[in-house]
């Protein structure tokens, strides 16, 4: 048997960084690699349907066993790791961390993080400084494999069928576009995904994006004089109505924001790009109309088709599909709690792949890798926590007769 060590250790040595600039799927090779490797893995164990498609989502499926009346429970990770920071991980394993600063290879620090101390003894697995660790989300994948190879032994526990997929492109928002929900054929999931053991997500934000354009009246600065209608001032001066106060970094927890993500502008024309979050529904729709006025505003002040605003929806909170299934949380909260760990419910400040799949029918709250600092050098993840992730995922499946 692999330890869930092994693997993790394994995996993060493919280079799987996804890239948004680029269309196809997967949108690197890397993570074709890191695919195979996987399928080939589950092979060996016995599970002879695994298989990869021509988009690089991996698929594998492990019949039940004295429980073929209970529904199938379908589990999920991304391959893929954010380009942040680099990706060609060298992992440097820290056998008994002292409880101190963690100075990694390059000469990067780790310190003043408040779950330090708790860390003091355990076995870490951190980067060399140069690159993310990848524990986002190949703590998942490892995971999920080695409690693959754990149903595929003889004194397995009994438990429903299980489907396991390993998506591509998670971290440029594209992980659940091709997923094949209906083959998956779980009645419900749960995303491997998340950070410190015990965190169980079931709310995300609901998302929106908007172009803000400014079409202004150039003329020589000479004979501006009641003329002249300077776009990017126009532009300046839309971004001044919205609150200081509703931004990312002015907020936490279930507070949504207006985050000013690019501009750029002359006399003429001008343009802000934003993207809105609330995890109340209508408050984001709030935000919006917040957005639409200061849009009439300023053409009563300059000029009808001054400003224009273009608002698209991005994603939704998946509360709403997942709060219809409490019996799923429920069954989180058990696995949790069978093996010492107090679940910590917690709003993602985010999307998640398991939002978009839950509006497609399948719902999908995420569960905890045991990683901490994700899409970071100073990335790390302790050994104990990915072996009781194991221990909670086998409960997890268990079935209750
Ligand atoms: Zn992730």
Known sequence: MNSVRERFLRYVQVETTSCEANECCPSTPGQKVLGEMLVSEMKAMGMQNAFMDEHGYVYGFIPAKGAEDTPSIGLIAHMDTSDAVPGATVPQVIPCYDGGVIRLKNGVEISGFSFLPDLKGQELIVTSGNSVLGADDKAGVAEIMTLCERL???????????????????????????????????????????????????????????????????????????????????????????????????????????????????????????????????????????????????????????????LKDSYRNMREIVERHPEILERAEKAFRANGVEPVVSPIRGGTDGAQLSFRGLPCPNLSTGGYNFHGRKELIPVPAMEKMVDVLVSLVQSAS
């Open 152 to 310: 595929m032994t003889q004194d397995a526990p009994n438990h429903g069928r299980i489907c396991v997929a390993f998506t591509p492109d998670e971290e440029i928002g594209r992980g659940a576009d091709l997923f094949d929900v209906p083959g998956f054929g779980a009645d419900f999931a749960y995303t491997v995904d998340g950070g410190a053991l015990g965190e169980l997500e079931y709310e995300c934000f609901n998302a929106a994006s908007c172009v803000v354009r400014v079409t202004g009246a150039s003329i020589h600065p000479g004979s501006a004089k009641n003329q002249m209608i300077n776009a990017s001032l126009v532009a300046m001066e839309f971004a001044g109505m919205l609150p200081p106060w509703e931004r990312p970094e002015h907020t936490e927890g279930y507070e949504g924001f207006y985050h000013l993500t690019g501009m750029g502008g002359n006399e003429e024309a001008a343009e802000l790009r934003y993207i809105l979050r609330d995890h109340d529904r209508t408050k984001l729709e709030a935000k919006k109309a917040v957005i639409n006025a200061a849009c009439e505003m300023l053409n009563r002040r300059y000029g009808a088709g001054t400003v224009s605003v273009e």
